[in-house]
C-alpha cells in the first residue's frame, strides 16, 4: 500500500524558515517524481515545486521561487521542502504528492497534508 | 505561459444528475491534463489522467473527453459521495511543472 507523510509544519513567524518532510512507503520512491502542492484557507490547490527521480530538473512556482528549496533523498524514500522567508500568505495546508512516473506529470497519489501557518 | 481556465466556479445538482466542467487552454496542450476529487479534509484524487484515461479504481461514472484547448469533464449519474471540488491540471512539456485550474465546487441542490 501507498503511503506519504509529511511532518514538519507549525506555527511560524514571517520571515522565519521552516522545513517539510514527506517519507514514502510501499513503492519504488526513487523511481518517481514528486511534488508539494499547498491550499491557502479557502482557496484552490496551488503546485509549489516539482522534482524528478534524479533530482536533475527541479522547477517552484513563481510564488515561492528564491525563497523555497525542493530536495530529495532517495536512500531515506524522503522528499523535503525548505521554506526560507516564510509570509503570511505561505499559509496553507502542504501536500506530498508521488507523480505517476520518473519525471513529473501527474499526481497519482497525495499525502494527508500538513497544515504551516506563518503569523506573528 | 499557459493558462488555464475552469468553469464554472460552482455548481448545485441533485443525485442522479449528469453534470459537465470545463477547462480551458490559452494555447494548444494536446492531451496533458488531469482531473483530481478533493473533499475538506481528505487527499486529492486522481480520476482522469492525460485528457480520457480513468484512473484504476475510479467509477467509470467519471470521464473525461478533449484535446487541444478545450477539455471536458462529466459525472453521469452523480452519486452523494460525489460532492467536493474538482479541479483540472495541465502538465508543462518538459515536465516537472503543473498547473491547477480554480476548481469547480460542485454542492447538492
Not at chain 1, 491557502?40 to 522547477?59: F, H, M, Q
Not at chain 2, 494548444?28 to 475538506?40: A, E
Amino acid at each position: 500500500e501507498v503511503q506519504l507523510v509529511e511532518s514538519g509544519g507549525g506555527l511560524v513567524q514571517p520571515g522565519r524558515s521552516l522545513r517539510l518532510s514527506c517519507v514514502g512507503a510501499g513503492f519504488s520512491f526513487e523511481g518517481y517524481a514528486m511534488h508539494w502542492v499547498r491550499q491557502a484557507p479557502g482557496k484552490g490547490l496551488e503546485w509549489v515545486a516539482g522534482i524528478r527521480w534524479n533530482s536533475d530538473s527541479i522547477d517552484y512556482a513563481a510564488s515561492v521561487k528564491g525563497r523555497f528549496t525542493v530536495s530529495r533523498d532517495n536512500a531515506k524514500k524522503s522528499l523535503y521542502l525548505q521554506m526560507n522567508r516564510l509570509r503570511p500568505e505561505d499559509t496553507a495546508v502542504y501536500y506530498c504528492g508521488k507523480d505517476m512516473g520518473a519525471v513529473g506529470a501527474t499526481i497519482d497519489f497525495w499525502g494527508q497534508g500538513t497544515p504551516v501557518t506563518v503569523s506573528s | 505561459d499557459i493558462q488555464i481556465t475552469q468553469s464554472p466556479s460552482s455548481l448545485s445538482a441533485s443525485v442522479g444528475d449528469r453534470v459537465t466542467i470545463s477547462c480551458q487552454a490559452s494555447q494548444d496542450i494536446r492531451f496533458h491534463l488531469n482531473w483530481y476529487q478533493h473533499k475538506p479534509g481528505k487527499a486529492p484524487k486522481l480520476l482522469i489522467y492525460d485528457a480520457s484515461h480513468l484512473e484504476t479504481g475510479v467509477p467509470s461514472r467519471f470521464s473525461g473527453s478533449g484535446s487541444g484547448t478545450y477539455f471536458t469533464f462529466t459525472i453521469n449519474g452523480l452519486q452523494p459521495e460525489d460532492f467536493a471540488t474538482y479541479y483540472c491540471q495541465h502538465y508543462d512539456i518538459p515536465p516537472p511543472r503543473i498547473t491547477f485550474g480554480q476548481g469547480t465546487r460542485l454542492d447538492i441542490k
